[in-house]
């Protein structure tokens, strides 16, 4: 993303645009104070417009014929917008010209209303082409994007950095917008309460903030590689992990003064850094390793291109970068990353691909390049004058009520969407608890309709339950309760958080079910089963992590092989009567599911002390989402074959290293037919997206669950000929 500081002339470069402090140099050039004479300058360098339409089409181009692909642009901006911000907000403070009003009417006036009418665009798109199922969520990311913190909201909402494809956002892009905004924001203060107190110390604004720029970029940098090695998702928005960028821009405009490589190297530097901006997406797998310490590989090219800036030689990449094709990108870029990504999504949506073919790009580059210059035109540009003719805070003031009139109206679409969806939401509570209660004929057997000796005809003219529109939200009621460690959950003791399901006074049996949304997503059903045998039922699971043991000592122990440590520990001092886990791994495209090894290491010490597990088989995995499918196209039409799911019997018994007393649960006749894993059975739909279970469906899944437990894990029941066995306690 491109963002046009307020402090950059625009790139048109006319002689209105020089400010009347600027003096003549000969050769009719102006020279403005403080530039030196290799040329770099506190405001205008000519590499930089051009590097950042080159930025910005790699970004473009990456998205649209790269499959998503990150192509590193997005960070080019962040050090220039550091840059250009870093070094105007100094020199303005300095000559007591920095007011925060006028300052950020000038920053947000051109920021705000471009953004804000691809806010309502999207959100006409997503009523047009994506599936009432994604409403909900796209009108909270246009909300969090309209007062830039939807970084914080792709977060929480566990939203991993994907490749284009109709499950993405429509709005993914806006995270980086969200963390200039927070930038700008934030920065004028930072620099005006630094440079008073050097003020006061009677010592060099510069230098305060070079050290105090320099100090905060290396924590953010030393903070970025810990959490990427931890939590690479959550890293990827982190505002705090994402600073070092823009605190490198900042601080090269800070020491540029002393930096003033000689005319004969400057070319050199500056080809080497234009090098790297291009080469970073084709070499590197940005949505994995940014904003690790790879990530300097198109940072250092931004700043190698703004250090080899200037000076006399004619070799150098300004040419190049200068060039009417990029100059315009330039001009249209801010514009142009808000317009692609929407639009993209919308033909993914429209079009019912799953990734965009070469004709197709083409179609939508041009479509955002209209869109981009016609915005520029018709909504940028009056704004600017709108800023000029009544003044910055009046522009301030005309931006804030423009995006409380567009957070103001998400607010109200999704109190609409809300009620709906609890209207919805509480059908389906209504249809499962009558199935669970039922043993006849029943209007949403669910998983007993797939039961052979299930006889009683299943009505066609029901709407399925849940409707697939509130599908996403139809999960377990301790999937809310805060106990579920997460990227953004986490237990402030250091002992993982625990889920209490059922809590007998007395309980005859003590179950933990451990490890991820696979397995929260079971209970429901071993919430009830609980209930009826008198057992105490407990929840160990973070998302996306499984109870496992590494063969090796690991290098780097990300944040979910903590908890699997810590889990595994906890789980030996609780010594409960059984470990119930995810037993096998299914994938959306290749065949047969797999038992891990790592994970059968740590069933294998759970049973050297005494604590036997529980395994079910895993569930089948789409390439699809399950319900906007059954929504679009019915659910007959969105269905897997059952033999590209599961090849042969259960393989976890089998499995190289389980242990023998582990017992071994197999729900798949209750989940697939004989020759289809299907979307909805007995009218209750199956999947809440591609590949977790309805908590409407699991609890239908109750009774053939607690068969399958009575069948194979024998041992967790009373003996009917001894009475009940010695149970362990915690």
Request: proline letters at 7%; charged letters at 15%.
């Amino acid at each position: 993303m491109t963002v046009v500081s307020s402090s950059l002339p625009p790139s048109s470069g006319t002689a209105r645009d020089v400010p009347k402090h600027a003096r003549a140099v000969p050769g009719g050039r102006f020279r403005r104070p403080g530039t030196d004479r290799a040329g770099h300058t506190g405001g205008h360098i000519p590499e930089l417009h051009g590097l950042r339409g080159l930025a910005l089409a790699l970004v473009v181009a990456f998205h649209l014929f790269g499959n998503g692909r990150v192509s590193g642009g997005v960070d080019v901006f962040l050090v220039l917008s550091g840059f250009l911000a870093t070094g105007s907000l100094l020199r303005r403070a300095e000559r007591r010209e920095l007011r925060l009003g006028e300052h950020y009417g000038r920053t947000f006036s051109r920021l705000v209303p471009p953004a804000l009418l691809v806010l309502v665009a999207t959100a006409g798109l997503a009523w047009w082409v994506m599936p009432e199922g994604t409403w909900s969520q796209t009108g909270r990311e246009i909300l969090a994007s309209a007062l830039y913190y939807v970084n914080w909201e792709m977060i929480s909402g566990q939203l991993a950095y994907g490749a284009a494809g109709p499950e993405t956002s429509p709005l993914q892009h806006f995270w980086s917008m969200s963390v200039q905004g927070q930038f700008f924001l934030a920065w004028p203060v930072v620099v005006l309460i630094l440079v008073a107190l050097a003020r006061a110390a009677r010592t060099s604004a510069r230098g305060v903030l070079l050290v105090a720029v320099g100090a905060a970029t290396a924590a953010s940098f030393v903070f970025a590689q810990d959490l990427h090695a931890a939590d690479q998702p959550v890293a990827y928005f982190h505002s705090g992990a994402r600073f070092w960028e823009l605190g490198l821009g900042g601080f090269l405009a800070l020491a540029l003064p002393w930096l003033r490589p000689p005319d004969f190297l400057r070319p050199v530097l500056g080809w080497v850094g234009l090098g790297l901006v291009v080469s970073s997406g084709f070499v590197l797998d940005g949505g994995a390793l940014f904003p690790g310490q790879w990530a300097l590989w198109p940072v250092t090219g931004a700043l190698l291109v703004l250090l080899g800036s200037g000076g006399r030689a004619v070799w150098g990449p300004r040419g190049l970068l200068q060039v009417a094709p990029l100059r315009f990108v330039a001009d249209i870029s801010y514009a142009l990353y808000l317009w692609h990504w929407p639009l993209l999504i919308a033909y993914l949506h429209y079009t019912d691909r799953d990734r965009v073919d070469w004709l197709g790009a083409a179609a939508i580059m041009t479509a955002s390049v209209v869109l981009s210059w016609l915005t520029n035109k018709l909504v940028a540009d009056p704004a600017q004058r709108f800023r000029v003719a009544f003044g910055g805070v009046r522009a301030l003031v005309a931006a804030a009520v423009c995006v409380s009139l567009v957070a103001g109206s998400a607010v109200v679409g999704l109190t609409l969407l809300e009620r709906r969806d609890a209207a919805l939401l509480a059908a389906a509570s209504e249809a499962a608890e009558a199935a669970a209660e039922q043993t006849g004929p029943s209007e949403y057997p669910g998983a007993r309709a797939l039961s052979p000796r299930y006889s009683d005809p299943v009505p066609h003219d029901v709407p399925v339950q849940p409707a697939p529109v509130v599908a996403a939200q139809d999960r377990p009621a301790v999937d809310g309760d805060g106990c579920i460690e997460s990227n953004t959950t986490t237990s402030a003791t250091g002992v993982p958080l625990t889920c209490v399901l059922t809590d007998a006074p007395d309980p005859d049996r003590v179950v933990v079910m451990v490890g991820d949304s696979h397995t929260i997503q079971w209970t429901p059903a071993m919430t009830e089963i609980g209930r009826t045998e008198n057992w105490r039922v407990l929840l160990l699971a973070r998302r996306g992590c499984r109870l496992a043991v590494p063969a090796e000592p690991l290098v780097e122990i990300s944040a979910c092989w903590q908890w699997r440590a810590k889990a595994l520990d906890l789980l030996k001092q609780m010594r409960p009567d059984a470990v119930m886990v995810i037993g096998s791994r299914t994938s959306p495209t290749a065949t047969g599911d797999q038992v891990h090894p790592d994970e059968a290491r740590a069933w294998r010490q759970l049973e050297k002390v005494g604590i036997r597990t529980v395994t079910i088989r895993d569930n089948p995995r789409f390439e699809f989402d399950v319900p906007a499918c059954v929504e679009e196209s019915g659910g007959s039409a969105c269905a897997r074959p059952r033999s590209d799911v599961y090849v042969s019997a259960n393989p976890v018994g089998a499995a190289p290293g389980v242990p023998q007393t582990a017992a071994h649960l197999d729900l798949t006749p209750f989940i697939c037919g004989p020759q289809l894993c299907e979307a909805v059975a007995g009218n209750v739909l199956i999947y809440r997206d591609d590949d977790h279970l309805t908590a409407t469906y699991v609890t239908t899944l109750e009774k053939p669950l607690h068969r399958a437990l009575r069948t194979r894990a024998q041992w967790l029941f009373a003996d009917p000929m001894n009475g009940p066995l010695v149970r362990q306690r915690y």
